[in-house]
């Protein structure tokens, strides 16, 4: 296929805010949702959906805080829809709020598919002619451009193309300047989109700009949008990292890499590309969610490298497994450890931590890595302990502490409340440190505690936050008795690492990842500043 050529320059519409707070969970602050427009801004997007400005008084607050912004790239559009049949247009008290607005695009939706019209409005296609036709020309009239969502458009097409046309003609002649084909219930495939597009880039691409706004229902959402620009889009509209209702919208994450390095469509400013997986994690982390490791191009996988064989044509030319250079969307490449790891990923991993290994002892490292893989340990997403392991096999690991011993108290009183206290003794530079701390469960207690002994060596281990607590039952057939693999994650507000520890007692294991989780820190903080060595003692 040949993508149909146009005069008129590429945009992005970004829905987050409005169509990606429809799916499970989403929710955001009006100051939160302020943050994610400005960073769409500085990412490059060209229109901001910020919702329906009349809804609900948080929407309120957003559209007020919203107005107060200057805006480098970004156009904020206010979403509404067509009149209601009982009323004009200039009468139409959410129509009216729309006018209103500051926002100098209004997206307004309209119903498409007779079995809308049956079931949901109950109107007469000729009377739903006029409700778009009103709605459109009214809001014209007040200065704003309009951009119209025909909603379900596919299923109509599929059920009476020829009125799916004459509510576009509609549109167009009241002077919408922007036809939105919505796959609302994201029920088509990629063929039957670009031949619906065509025909309808053929028959108003003169007159008016061809937008697509897909849905994920079928699992095509990126490809239907891509599909949709072959045959002659120049708009796409999507989500960020793909949120939405059911199973999302589109995922303008990746549609807008794949126009720009796959297709050739410059969809950013230059340099927005760079920007991207930034953009992307930083709306997953306001969100609360935890960025999925697999997504395309800006997830952390999506560059990561395991097999040995993989890695060694990686050394030789990057392009045998990457197909696109990571640094083109902000991402990093990832060299795996694991049983399948060679010696070349070795000393390639301990290069980055500054460590010198050679072959012998890069061998040594893989023969003890599968021992620990066999016991439980796994490395692909403990960084951090895999980097004290090749500390210690090199003899370069300075322990923290001498642990004499810990000990936790888990109490349940009558009334219900449960209390942890934690008890640790260690030994630091000679000199001993007892100290108990509460806590809300036995890992926060413990933490509290080991914090407060090596506070007074330490002090920025204080700062280090730990972001995430996972825990694994590795042999399920032993029920309560198994053995318990904890993943730990913590940042020190610039990089992030996880940690590990495995033991058939929970909190032992969570003491272990702890322990390295505060370990790696202390290790890189000599790397990068020199810091004078702690004594040598075992922990």
């Not at 707070?21 to 989403?26: A, F, H, I, R």
């Not at 395309?296 to 497994?321: C, E, Q, S, W």
Request: hydrophobic fraction near 40%; proline fraction near 3%; include cysteine.
């Amino acid at each position: 296929m040949t993508r149909t050529t146009t005069t008129r320059p590429f945009e992005l519409y970004d829905a987050t805010l409005r169509d990606g707070m429809q799916g499970e969970g989403m929710t955001l602050s009006a100051d939160e949702k302020l943050r994610v427009a400005k960073k769409l801004d500085e990412l490059g997007v060209h229109l901001i959906e910020a919702g329906f400005p009349s809804s609900n008084p948080k929407e309120l607050e957003v559209f007020d805080l919203l107005s107060r912004e200057t805006w480098t790239n970004a156009t904020i559009a206010a979403f509404g829809m067509t009149r209601r049949r009982d009323v004009t247009a200039d009468a139409d008290p959410a129509l009216r709020t729309l006018a209103d607005s500051f926002c100098p695009v209004t997206t307004i939706v309209g119903k498409t598919w007779g079995l809308h019209l049956e079931k949901v409005v109950r109107v007469d296609p000729e009377e739903n002619l006029r409700l778009i036709t009103d709605s459109v020309a009214f809001l014209r009239g007040e200065g704003k451009r309009v951009i119209y969502d025909a909603e379900h458009f596919f299923d109509a097409w599929r059920d009476d193309e020829a009125y799916a046309l004459r509510c576009l003609r509609a549109a167009v002649e009241a002077g919408a300047d922007t036809l939105s084909l919505c796959d609302t219930n994201g029920s088509s495939l990629p063929l039957q989109i670009h031949q619906a597009v065509a025909t309808v880039v053929t028959e108003l691409g003169e007159h008016a700009r061809v937008a697509i706004h897909a849905h994920d229902d079928a699992g095509c959402g990126v490809a239907n949008s891509l599909l949709a620009v072959e045959a002659g889009a120049t708009q796409v509209q999507g989500t960020m990292n793909g949120i939405g209702e059911r199973t999302g919208n589109a995922n303008l994450t990746t549609i807008t890499a794949d126009l720009e390095l796959k297709m050739g469509v410059r969809s950013l400013p230059e340099g927005g590309l760079q920007r991207l997986t930034e953009a992307s994690h930083f709306v997953d982390e306001l969100l609360n969610r935890t960025p999925r490791a697999t997504q395309p191009y800006v997830g952390r996988n999506a560059f990561a490298h395991k097999g040995g064989l993989h890695i060694a044509g990686m050394r030789a030319d990057a392009r045998t497994f990457e197909h696109v250079d990571p640094t083109a969307v902000g991402n990093a490449r990832e060299i795996v450890v694991s049983e399948l790891a060679g010696r070349g990923t070795i000393v390639e991993k301990a290069a980055d931590a500054g460590i010198e290994v050679d072959g012998d002892q890069a061998a040594h490292i893989i023969e003890r890595v599968k021992e620990l893989e066999h016991q439980g340990y796994q490395y692909e997403a403990a960084d951090g302990s895999f980097e004290l392991l090749m500390r210690r096999e090199t003899g370069v690991y300075e322990p923290l502490f001498e642990l004499e011993s810990w000990r936790v108290i888990v109490e349940q009183r009558a009334a219900g409340r449960v209390e942890t206290e934690a008890t640790i003794k260690i030994w630091v530079g000679g000199e001993r440190y007892v100290r108990t701390a509460e806590g809300n469960g036995p890992v926060h207690a413990l933490d509290a505690a080991l914090r407060a002994a090596i506070g007074q060596v330490h002090p920025h281990l204080r700062d280090i936050e730990l972001t995430d607590f996972k825990v694994r039952i590795l042999d399920s057939t032993k029920g309560t008795g198994a053995t318990t693999r904890v993943l730990i994650d913590a940042s020190d507000g610039q990089e992030t690492w996880g940690s590990i520890g495995v033991d058939e007692n929970l909190i032992a294991a969570s003491w272990e990842a702890l322990v390295d989780s505060l370990a790696r820190s202390e290790q890189s903080g000599r790397r990068v500043a020199g810091a004078a060595a702690t004594p040598k003692v075992e922990a």
